[in-house]
């Protein structure tokens, strides 16, 4: 700050979000969204909300602006600049690098990442810990750890579901790396929205109670820095693919071949696959292949005017409620090596044919990360393709639990419902019909924790959302 400027900034990497607000000559900013209202009701969009309730990654304050990764902003007394100081420019490297050369570099950025968590500040290094999932995205980070000789110790959310037991590849891993884990059981009993945490922003998953618990026994352990896969997937995985990406791409012509013979046989129709052609189409955002995956939301009121589900990867409205509702209170500090810069930059400068790779029907993503760690994993989890149910427990227990939907959504006081987006006529047909509770499971657990978090703001600020 100086007499005549503010400059707020993030960092190229950095986990924390930064938002300000100008109200004339008024600036203000916060890392928090609710200190920027000063006590009075946020306008809330209507067609926001009901994205936040469908389980989009949206952030929900209105009139607020944020901070990118390496941006800064000068606020002056009567105007605002934003720029980039810190650009995520791509490495550079020699034409034609392969897959298996990527994978080596990638590897090496990781161990350059986690090198300050192994050893500490002061080089002495205190115990961390891990979030292991049992993918290879948090498996690699373990193997660096490893690497480096760090005190680290696994955890692991439990469950005793077996369409989401991820149990036998967490094992393998923390026995092939010789590191303790602790397992922490995720019970089927858990009241979902039963929560302690004070969250700046809806966090909208049916983890967050167990989350908790999961939190609770790592700052028992006396842990305060853990490290986890995330940002995996969004810098290795597929953003953009099809023939266009496959033609042009800085790969060998013997790999293209091999990998237009494996689009051939994918489960992409070969109209798409001809379409993709075109720089403009990506057969991962292709509207047919949208709604086979779109979740149901039929107890909402309809909003047909609203434009297609946009794609932020620079911010995830669940990780920024947990970081500040749940990690910090807790005293821990949640690291994500996958997204730090080098290995950003290294993203940039990746073909997006080398981000899936389509081989004897099966299209297998992040195929850079899965050869990383081809020498350093069990093969079983390297090679693992196709997801586990990890939605099973919650789906179940929303079956379980209509009440507690009829509670919170249907009440007459209920603040979705003044808005406008909750329908209880819909919610009523939705919570009398099991197979449409299964079907719209993610967007009642979502629509919940939104009316949630409005009844709670409400009470910080002492106004009423359903005026």
């Not at 990654?57 to 007394?77: K, Q, S």
């Not at 993503?365 to 050869?371: E, I, Q, T």
Request: aromatic fraction near 10%; include cysteine; glycine fraction near 6%.
């Amino acid at each position: 700050m100086t007499a005549e400027r503010v400059v707020v900034f993030r960092g190229p990497s950095s986990p924390d979000q930064i938002y300000f607000r100008r109200t004339g000559r008024r600036v203000t900013w916060s890392s928090d969204p609710r200190d920027l209202f000063q006590g009075h009701r946020p306008e809330f969009d209507q067609e926001t909300i009901w994205r936040s309730c469908r389980a989009e990654d949206v952030f929900i304050y209105p009139d607020l602006e944020r901070l990118e990764f390496g941006e800064l902003a000068v606020l002056g007394p009567c105007s605002t600049r934003t720029e980039e100081y810190w650009p995520t420019a791509p490495l550079e490297l020699p034409r034609r690098t392969t897959l298996r050369e990527y994978a080596h570099l990638a590897y090496q950025l990781l161990l350059e990442e986690v090198r300050p968590y192994a050893h500490g500040a002061d080089g002495c290094g205190d115990r961390v810990g891990i979030l292991l999932s049992g993918g290879v995205d948090s498996s690699t980070v373990l193997a660096a750890l490893v690497d480096h000789g760090a005190d680290v110790v696994a955890y692991h959310m439990g469950t005793d579901d077996p369409l989401a037991d991820e149990a036998h590849y967490v094992d393998q891993v923390c026995r092939h790396l010789s590191v303790p884990l602790v397992t922490i059981p995720r019970s089927t009993e858990d009241d979902l929205f039963s929560v302690r945490g004070d969250f700046p922003h809806p966090y909208n998953h049916g983890w967050r109670s167990p989350l908790e618990r999961v939190a609770d026994r790592i700052a028992a352990d006396g842990v305060h820095v853990l490290l986890s896969g995330l940002e995996g997937d969004v810098v290795f995985g597929p953003v953009r693919y099809g023939l266009h990406d496959l033609i042009t791409g800085d790969i060998r012509r013997r790999e293209k071949w091999r990998m237009l013979q494996g689009m051939a046989t994918t489960r992409w129709e070969l109209r798409r696959i001809l379409r993709s052609i075109r720089p403009s189409y990506s057969l991962y955002a292709d509207p047919e292949a949208y709604a086979e995956t779109e979740l149901s939301s039929d107890f909402l009121t309809p909003m047909p005017d609203a434009a297609p589900e946009q794609f932020a990867p620079t911010f995830s409205a669940q990780e920024f409620a947990l970081n500040y509702g749940l990690w910090r209170p807790h005293g821990i500090h949640l690291a994500k090596p996958w997204g730090g810069h080098r290995l950003r930059r290294l993203a940039a400068r990746l073909p997006n044919a080398y981000r899936v790779l389509p081989f004897a029907g099966r299209t297998i993503d992040k195929p850079v990360l899965r050869l990383a760690a081809a020498d350093r994993l069990p093969p079983a989890v390297w090679r693992h393709y196709g997801r586990t149910w990890l939605d099973s427990p919650e789906e179940n227990w929303c079956l379980h639990h209509p009440d507690a939907f009829a509670r919170i959504l249907g009440a007459p006081d209920t603040r979705l419902v003044a808005m406008g987006i909750v329908d209880p006529q819909r919610l009523g047909d939705v919570l009398a019909n099991p197979a449409a509770i299964r079907r719209n499971a993610d967007s009642l657990l979502c629509s919940s924790m939104v009316e949630l978090f409005l009844r709670d703001l409400e009470s910080k600020t002492g106004t009423d959302q359903r005026s």
